[in-house]
């Protein structure tokens, strides 16, 4: 999904067009983009209030197969209404897209400062507490964040915390009888380890395994678990084997160290937390709500759709995408062959061939647009981090053409897919093994089926 993070809009004549939307909202430039969203910042004529409106096409959804998630989503958000939680202030719709009007975060994303450097521990604490007291409320509600991460904790104008990004939350109805969850779903470095196993997990256990990651880059400017490869960090997580620097406090340390415990039976619960003489220092829980009714409207309804014209055109282009979302589970599953995690989970068709690069999505795509070039292969086409490219010398089916997209799994891995688009699959294949891998070693991590010597990295799609 896309995130509203980026800095406030200059709000002069000379800026992107406007238009009015329901009569209620001056749209202005885009702020960010996603698989299936673009958002915008926007104005209240009312009030004078900023917003970001989230935009989503309803055809795209149908496609993907995603409505229920859009509304979990919608239904998570209007659950949980607390200071240190990006709020959803309406949802509205026409017969062809989707308007969220959500609360407008100008500050950026803590991992921004993360990415720095580490903190001081009185500011790491003070981000650790609204963090904590935003979960507690969510918690409190039935609801499971799944994806918590320093990219996922905006910072409001006071440089207050606002965890976002409630895409991959569950409501209570979605456990199983015995309270548990099934699907694994996140970001690898901030994963528990019981969400890999078959046998269930408990959602807020595995939520304040990912909130004792965030305390410890916070405080250490890095991550607790590394390794030269995912399955390496895997296994290290797996045992709950890490190192502190020496300048975090002992009070510190302990805390962290009842939060990344393997065990999510002796793990630290939230009153275990406040309780905490660490945590304690300066903390003051702040006043929360929530509304239980649902939003008011069916997507679908036509009763609650305006007519298109009334919508206008939002007439901008996009400043900066937000990084893509990989599944981590598939990159465990196609890059070890003796880790297979695939029947665990939900996924889309694996990649015809895959690498890990330690370098950022841009930096890749830029290399990538290099190669091609001294490859003899023309860009047909580019968005966002994915690229087209095909061949100048006709083959036995034609020109080879394939299909490389970019997603970048955390700061320091991202991965990079290549597909066959068009031409013969042998030619293909000689063509990764003899001039792909070749021109892009420099850049290139771990090959899939490196590991289990296998050479063969571009199958047939």
Known sequence: MARVNEQAPNQSQNDSPRSILFNKYEMGRQLGQGNFAKVYYARNLVTNESVAIKVIKKEKLKKERLVRQIKQEVSVMRLVRHPHIVELKEVMATKGKIFLVMEYVKGGELFSKVAKGKLKEDVARKYFQQLISAIDFCHSRGVTHRDLKPENLLLDENEDLK?????????????????????????????????????????????????????????????????????????????????????????????????????????YSIPDIMKDPWFQIGFMRPIAF??????????????????????????????????????????????????DLRSLFETRKRSPSTFLSKLSAPVVVGKLESVAKKLNFKITGRKDFKLRMQGETEGRKGKLAMTVEVFEMAPEVAVVEFSKSAGDTLEYIKFCEDEVRPALKDIVWSWQGDSTNNHNNCNQN
């Open 163 to 267: 965890v976002s990004d409630f895409g991959l939350s569950t409501l209570p109805e979605q456990r199983r009888a015995d309270g548990m969850l099934l699907t694994p779903c996140g970001t690898p470095a901030y994963v528990a380890p019981e969400v890999l196993k078959k046998k269930g997990y408990d959602g807020s256990k595995a939520d304040l395994w990912s909130c004792g990651v965030i305390l410890y880059a916070l405080l250490s400017g890095y991550l607790p678990f590394q390794g030269e490869n995912i399955m390496k960090i895997y296994k290290k997580a797996f045992k709950a084997e890490y190192e502190f620097p020496d300048w975090i406090s002992p009070e510190a340390k302990n805390l962290i160290s009842n939060l990344l415990l393997a065990d999510p039976e002796k793990r």
């Open 290 to 339: 929530s509304i239980n009714k649902e939003p008011g409207f069916d997507f679908d309804e036509e009763e609650n759709e305006v007519k298109e014209k009334e919508e206008g055109e939002v007439l901008v282009r996009s400043e900066k995408p937000s990084r893509p979302f990989y599944n981590a589970f598939e990159i465990i599953s196609s890059l070890s062959n003796g880790f």
